[in-house]
């Protein structure tokens, strides 16, 4: 089994900065794009940020110079650096990693979500 576990939610003040982390465990062969990905109430899930194994990052225009993605392919793990946040940040945001598993196939793998709240 492939386990994904999001950290570092919480409540953040507009214009102030958090930080997720994200890190992969279990029977893991191998990883490929590793992405953030947000959902507000009423709204469908959209991509934030990914980075592939080899370092290429992807990103909404919504977040272009104010997140950052990085990762640690030795500890399975990725970063979101988020600067300057406003109310529209606000959601669930959630993991999702590409991994092959020991003997197994590639496969999508989610995490239970951290929520985010930009507010005064």
């Known amino acids: 089994q492939v386990h994904v576990v999001e950290t570092g939610g919480g409540l953040v003040q507009p ?3 958090l930080r997720l982390s994200c ?3 279990g029977s893991i062969e191998s990883l490929s794009a590793m992405e953030w990905y947000r959902q ?3 709204n469908l899930r959209e991509l934030v940020e990914g980075i592939t194994h ?3 990052t992807n990103y909404a225009a919504s977040v272009q110079g104010r997140f950052t993605i990085s990762r640690d392919n030795a500890k399975k793990t990725i970063t ?3 600067n300057t946040c406003q109310p529209e940040d ?3 945001y959630y993991c ?10 590639w496969d999508d793998y989610w995490g ?3 929520q985010v709240t930009v507010s005064s």
């Open 23 to 25: 890190t992969a465990s």
């Open 80 to 82: 979101l650096q988020m």
């Open 96 to 105: 999702k990693v590409g991994a092959k598993e020991i003997g197994g196939t």
């Open 90 to 92: 606000t959601a669930v």
């Open 54 to 56: 080899g370092g290429s």
């Open 15 to 17: 214009g102030k900065s």
């Open 112 to 114: 239970q979500g951290t």
């Open 40 to 42: 507000a109430p009423g």
